[in-house]
């Protein structure tokens, strides 16, 4: 599976972006697909991750549930992540990564996905 992140950019304090992920092969659907996000200077961090197979099981962190949103549509291969009320500590590269077998518990663990993007920046100005 090759990941192909995109949609980032440069955003006031408050405002909005949609980063996208598209996937290729054809078992998508069965994928676990998350984001994570790395500051510089710090350690990569998850964002939230969206179950395959249907079962539509989602994560957040708390740093940003009620802010950002995961969503899948796999007929399109594509995982996006909705980012509102940005604030600067929001500044990171994003990264979607995905893996096919995951448990529940270990899904926002970086070192259990085996698929990465190669990032998109995003930058939140105060």
């Known amino acids: 599976v090759q990941l192909q992140a995109s949609g980032g950019g440069l955003v006031q304090t408050g405002g909005s972006l949609r980063l996208s992920c598209v996937a290729s092969?054809?078992?998508?659907?069965?994928?676990?697909m998350a984001w994570f996000r790395q500051a510089p200077g710090k350690e990569r961090e998850f964002v939230a991750t969206?179950?395959?197979?249907?079962?539509?099981?989602?994560k957040y962190s708390d740093s940003v549930k009620g802010r950002f949103t995961i969503s899948r549509d796999n007929a399109k291969n594509t995982v996006s992540l909705q980012m509102n009320n940005l604030k600067p500590e929001d500044t990171a590269v994003y990264y979607c990564a995905g893996d096919q077998s995951l448990i529940v518990g270990r899904a926002t663990i970086a070192v259990e996905y085996d698929y990465w993007g190669q990032g998109t920046l995003v930058t939140v100005s105060s």
């Open positions: 969206i179950s395959g197979y249907g079962r539509s099981t989602i």
């Open positions: 092969g054809r078992t998508f659907s069965r994928y676990w």
